[in-house]
């Protein structure tokens, strides 16, 4: 298949979409803010409140890259992470992975800064490539999640990816 859409061949062999390439070149600042504000009242619509343990952020230098490590127990988690980031970090550029069937199914996310990473080998060697080209660059965060997929909170072991070890490393 050409044109828009296309992501088999090549690139989905190799565990990656045509749309994760090069997150950072698809990421659009516009449209993330949109994003950012139309997740912050769905929030607002769901949860009375959404709070930060004290004392609150680190002091986080200007020169280095951030990465966020959390779980991800339900849907709403993307939600939070997409709305509290415009707030936690302003001056950053906001990236993380999503299935890239996902992806594949909502193309528009390539725009607010979600590349697809496929589930098998070669998917967690594009994550670890494309990731690791992000966080060379300090104006920019990544989100992750710790199990790389929605799991229970409750469930053990935790069955950790050991992808963000390895970016920082």
Sequence with gaps: RAGRGA???LLAERGMSRRSDDPAALRSEP?????????????????RAVRIARPGLPELPDDRPVMVYCNHPSW??????????ERLFPA???????????????PFMARIG?????PDRR???????TAGALVARP????????QGRFADPRARPLDLRPGAAHLLA
């Design 123 to 129: 998917g967690a060697a594009a994550f670890l490539r």
């Design 31 to 47: 449209m993330a803010r949109f994003f950012a504000r139309v997740m912050r009242r769905q929030l607002a619509r769901g949860f």
């Design 139 to 146: 104006d920019r965060v990544i989100w992750i999640t710790a």
């Design 114 to 118: 979600l590349f697809g990473v496929s």
């Design 76 to 85: 709403w988690d993307p939600a939070v992470v997409i709305a509290l980031h």
């Design 92 to 106: 950053r550029a906001g990236f993380g992975p999503i299935e890239a069937a996902m992806l594949e199914t909502y």
């Design 7 to 9: 992501g088999t061949g």
